[in-house]
């Protein structure tokens, strides 16, 4: 059974910073490309990060660029988000993601369609 656990999520103070941890099980993490979405409440969810399967190329959602960090450790089954100089703006449920297994990580993964399996959220919130 495949399975795609997020954990680490939590209250954070603006300028605080988080990580986040994705433990993959059920199917063979080096052969995907994985992401990270987050959903504010009342709004569509957005990808904001994914990474490679071989970990050599990342794509980063403008509004998170410069402050958060993607990687993963696929003999770990782990994919991560550090997340730095966190904003009010960042407070979401954050979900680690796999696309389907054609899809490589590029732009597209700030769309729903790159999807294909969805964890559960974590959620992030950010205020003093």
């Known amino acids: 059974q495949e399975r795609i656990v997020a954990s680490g999520g939590g209250l954070v103070q603006p300028g605080g910073s988080l990580k986040l941890s994705c433990e993959v099980s059920?199917?063979?993490?080096?052969?995907?490309?994985m992401g990270w979405f987050r959903q504010v409440p009342g709004k569509e969810r957005e990808g904001v990060s994914c990474i490679s399967a071989n970990g050599d190329s990342t794509y980063y959602a403008d509004s998170v660029k410069g402050r958060f960090t993607i990687s993963r450790d696929n003999a770990k089954k782990m994919v991560y988000l550090q997340m730095d100089s966190l904003e009010p703006e960042d407070t979401a449920d954050y979900f680690c993601?796999?696309?389907?297994?054609?899809?490589?990580?590029?732009?597209?993964?700030?769309?729903?369609?790159?999807?294909?399996?969805w964890g559960q959220g974590t959620r992030v919130t950010v205020s003093s």
């Open positions: 993601t796999r696309p389907h297994f054609y899809k490589v990580c590029d732009r597209t993964a700030h769309y729903r369609s790159w999807v294909d399996a």
């Open positions: 059920g199917f063979h993490l080096g052969n995907f490309a």
